[in-house]
């Protein structure tokens, strides 16, 4: 949720500084899904970090795609 902040705050965006600024946030909040995965190869044993580090990129894609739906049902309807 921290992270949407700085993308919603894109579109008032007026100077290449503020964008550069911006992008440096997202990417930092974007950088999470990396350490996550650091993280669960390093708690689990090898015989199981495999599959404990796809579940975890199934629920964060998860959650991408339904928030994906979810945003562009709730905002359609209001373009038209």
Not at 50 to 77: D, E, H, R, Y
Request: aromatic share 10%.
């Amino acid at each position: 949720v921290v992270g949407a902040i700085p993308v919603m705050a894109t579109g008032l965006v007026n100077t290449a500084a503020e964008l550069y600024i911006l992008r440096l946030i997202t990417g930092v909040a974007g950088a999470s899904f990396v350490v996550t995965q650091y993280w669960t190869s390093c708690m689990f044993t090898r015989e199981i970090a495999g599959t404990a580090n796809s579940l975890v990129a199934g629920w964060g894609n998860l959650g991408g795609g339904l928030t994906q739906i979810v945003m562009g049902s709730a905002l359609f309807p209001l373009f038209k």
